[in-house]
């Protein structure tokens, strides 16, 4: 780039400096002149010369200014000589979050952030489809959340909400949908959720060994690695798929309930028990199509009192295999038909998942008043049933996991939710856990344990992490796991509210102020109830 003077000729260089010499004569004899007060009040004010503070360039009476000199040079380096412009975002620009901040001030003068998992991921910004959302209470994480998700939905994507238990997505949900249709699916009451239906059969998504081609659904939790061959759904696959759902899901509820692993008979006997459920309630999943929907197939599915009684009336041939082991398995789903869940999860389902609908929520506000264990089996099958209508990779959804910590204390829950996040670009999904701090992770098992190696391996999956404001007790342990720079552990320590550290893959972190509108406000209120506590009190 090249910068030059405009044309000045000698003699009218000399007339501007006579006229500037005129000026500052005409402005010091006006400096020596007598004085002026002017009291305010009764109160004594300031007392300058008729010509203003005797300071020079003072932009009281005539003066020359004069232009700085320039020099010839190239763009990157008059770049360089400017260290005070605003960093720039990532270049997307789709779906606007905020704008760049220092980290201090509540105010944002950098440029635009923006922030499209899909765009980021087709100009190869990052792998993995994840993120891993962190901030304690007050911190402004929760209006980060939904900001994003509102505007990734207003931009064509839609959404998924899997748990909210404070209901606040419900009043965000209907502000998205038209007013007849009610995007909030409440689980508990006379609502059932039957986490065994099969779902939509996909036309493609079907994750296949490159070598063997046989499925991967059922080496859950493994690493398989970044080449992953997404083969057409054939009837063989999409049985697979559905069974292998299914014994995940009653594994996990199995070995929550007992509190330890399956044994392998109890596993065998297991898996007998879904096949003679299937055979007795003569559901053919090979018929369905991709144009079957869930309802149609969720008539003729199997409930989980249909795998306790073919547990209990065990073949010849199981019997001779796994012994007991039908009896152990069906005593403990026992608690599914007759125990603290009992009329939530085991019957034909009663809710209807609309898939033309831009967002949806489960409201588990219900299941507040219910044991630590069953609402983790809850959440278990919420999460089994939701994965079963949208991960047909037909449309490309984000999945927020609210209250992320609750499903870090099980290791069939972590496998199930591993398994998740590494078939998120198969599916086309994005996933968002929300966790109040890093630490949380440590909660899944002792240091060395596959508990705590699966815990890590979410964080390893998640390219994207916002981080919100930490507490002093938590940086040192969150710095070290996310490999945070000196400068980047400081701005975390001391982040204002609305404000949070964005680290995209392995690139320069950048401190983001969300930017919300007034309608997202009045629907972000999470603190309208302390609120109102507090006018009632006073």
């Known amino acids: 780039m090249s910068i030059e003077p405009g044309s000045v000729t000698r003699r009218e260089r000399r007339e501007l400096r006579r006229a500037g010499q005129r000026a500052g004569k005409h402005l010091a004899k006006q400096w020596a002149g007598q004085a002026v007060s002017k009291a305010l009040d009764g ?186 061959v997404i083969a057409p759904m054939s009837d063989e696959h999409w049985v697979k798929a559905v069974r292998s759902r299914r014994q995940s899901i009653l594994r996990t509820i199995t070995e929550i309930l007992a509190g330890r692993r399956l044994t392998g008979d109890e596993r065998a006997a297991l898996i007998d028990g879904i096949d003679a459920a299937v055979a007795a309630k003569g559901e ?55 125990g603290d869940l009992a009329g939530l999860f085991d019957g034909p389902s009663t809710v209807e998942f609309r898939d033309d609908v831009p967002i949806s929520v489960f409201n588990t506000k219900p299941l507040m008043a219910l044991p630590p264990e069953a609402r983790l089996i809850a959440s278990q099958c919420i999460q089994s049933w939701a994965e079963s209508v949208i991960t047909n990779g037909d449309v490309q959804r984000v999945v927020v996991y609210e209250e992320g910590w609750e499903n870090l204390g099980d290791i069939a829950s972590l496998k199930r939710m591993v398994t998740q996040w590494k078939l998120a670009r198969a599916f086309g999904i994005f996933c968002i856990l929300i966790l109040h701090k890093l630490s949380d992770l440590h909660q899944a098992g002792d240091e060395g344990s596959k508990a705590r190696a699966l815990a890590m391996s979410l964080l390893a999956d998640a390219d994207i992490r916002v981080i919100h404001r930490q507490k002093s007790d938590q940086l040192e342990a969150t710095a070290e796991l996310l490999r945070l720079t000196g400068p980047e552990r400081e701005v975390m320590g001391r982040l204002p509210k609305g404000q949070a550290l964005w680290k995209v893959a392995e690139l320069e972190g950048r401190v983001v102020r969300t930017h919300r509108s007034e309608l997202q406000a009045s629907l972000f209120d999470t603190d309208s109830a302390m609120k109102q506590r507090t006018r009632v009190a006073a």
């Open 43 to 228: 109160l004594p004010g300031l007392t300058f010369p008729r010509g203003g503070r005797r300071v020079a360039r003072n932009m009281r009476g005539r003066m020359l200014l004069r232009r700085p000199g320039w020099n010839r040079t190239s763009s990157w380096t008059f770049a360089s000589a400017y260290p005070w412009v605003s960093s720039s975002g990532l270049g997307t620009r789709k779906c606007f979050i905020g704008f760049l901040a220092d980290g201090r001030g509540k105010k944002a003068s950098g440029s635009m952030w923006t922030m499209d998992p899909w765009e980021c991921y087709e100009q190869g910004l990052i792998t993995g489809m994840a993120c891993v959302l962190i901030g304690t209470i007050g911190t402004g994480k929760s209006t980060t959340v939904k900001t994003w998700v509102m505007n990734l939905v207003m931009a064509g994507r839609r959404a998924m909400i899997m748990s909210d238990i404070k209901d606040e997505w419900g009043p965000v949900a209907r502000a998205l949908c038209p007013a007849d249709v009610n995007p909030v699916m409440t689980v508990g009451g006379s609502h059932v959720i039957n986490p065994l239906d099969p779902g939509r059969r996909p036309r493609t998504g079907a994750v296949v060994d490159p070598d063997t081609g046989e499925s991967l659904l059922e080496s859950a939790g493994e690493d398989w690695g970044e080449d992953l």
């Open 284 to 338: 053919d999943v090979a018929s369905m199509t991709p144009d079957t929907t869930p309802q149609v197939a969720a008539a003729a599915s199997i409930t989980i009192p249909d795998v306790i009684h073919a547990l209990r009336h065990p073949s010849a041939e199981t019997l001779e295999e796994s012994g007991s082991a039908s009896r152990e398995v069906a005593n403990q789903l026992k608690d599914m038909v007759k």
